[in-house]
């Protein structure tokens, strides 16, 4: 998964995120009363849109990023990570937007070159091994709000949702995620709740194609990317 561009989105900016959990449901016929049940028979897949992506004429290096993504992709074929935005709902422990701050090494490693890393503001780890197709998940608090209900998170670019929670004993929260687990999560693993990323591939093959446009100075394309479920199948066929 190294090789995988992620989407730049400080320099392609889309003015809107759409990040949808698309179930799967099976009618089980209408009733006498009319009445047609729908039956879930799994946790889905995410459907991303990125709406309004900002090119501006000015600014050559919009264009050719987002040529070069279209030509690395080649359609549905390629494999893209895609950030999705999550502050509203974050857990950030002041209730509001927390910037990821800069920390020095601490470990006094010897190739240390007082360079800072990045470190995110939420900080939750899994409790106990998550294994794969799961549907629930068991989180311990390092530095969050004390609610993880209904917020995203993702593990190696897998990403998850949570529901209503099942049960909080201390500072271990347990609740079910959608969808099933695509990867096993071992425990203690460091999950991405500030910037949370899915593995996707476009949803159509030409959903990169641009029109310039001279008069208008500004284009807004708009492209759609689906969870590429066959990435995630093929490592535990």
């Not at 194609?209 to 500004?218: E, F, G, P, S, V």
Request: aromatic share 10%; hydrophobic share 40%; glycine share 8%.
């Amino acid at each position: 998964m190294a090789d995988n561009i992620v989407w730049p989105i400080c320099v392609l900016r889309p003015q809107q995120i759409s990040a949808s959990l698309v179930p799967f449901t099976r009618s089980g016929g209408r009733s006498l009363g009319g009445v047609e049940p729908a039956i879930r028979t799994d946790l889905g897949y995410w459907s991303i849109d990125y709406a309004n992506v900002v090119l501006q004429n000015r600014y050559r290096e919009q264009w050719q990023t987002w040529q070069a993504i279209r030509q690395k992709l080649g359609g549905r074929s390629g494999l893209i990570v895609v950030p999705l935005r999550v502050s509203l709902s974050a857990p950030y422990l002041s209730g509001a937007f927390e910037p990821s701050g800069e920390v020095p090494h601490g470990d006094d490693a010897s190739f240390d070159d007082d360079t800072p890393y990045s470190q995110g503001a939420i900080s939750v780890v899994t409790e106990g091994v998550t294994p794969v197709g799961a549907t629930t998940i068991r989180l311990r608090i390092i530095n969050a709000a004390a609610n993880l209900v209904g917020v995203k998170f993702s593990f190696e670019h897998a990403a998850y949702e949570t529901g209503p929670v099942i049960d909080v004993s201390g500072d271990v929260w347990t609740v079910p995620i959608s969808p099933t687990v695509r990867a096993l999560i071992p425990s203690g693993s460091d999950l991405e709740f500030d910037q949370p990323t899915c593995l996707c591939r476009l949803a159509q093959d030409r959903g990169m194609d641009l029109t310039q446009d001279a008069i208008a100075k500004n284009f807004f394309p708009s492209v759609s990317f689906v969870e590429a479920t066959d990435y995630w199948a093929s490592l535990v066929s």
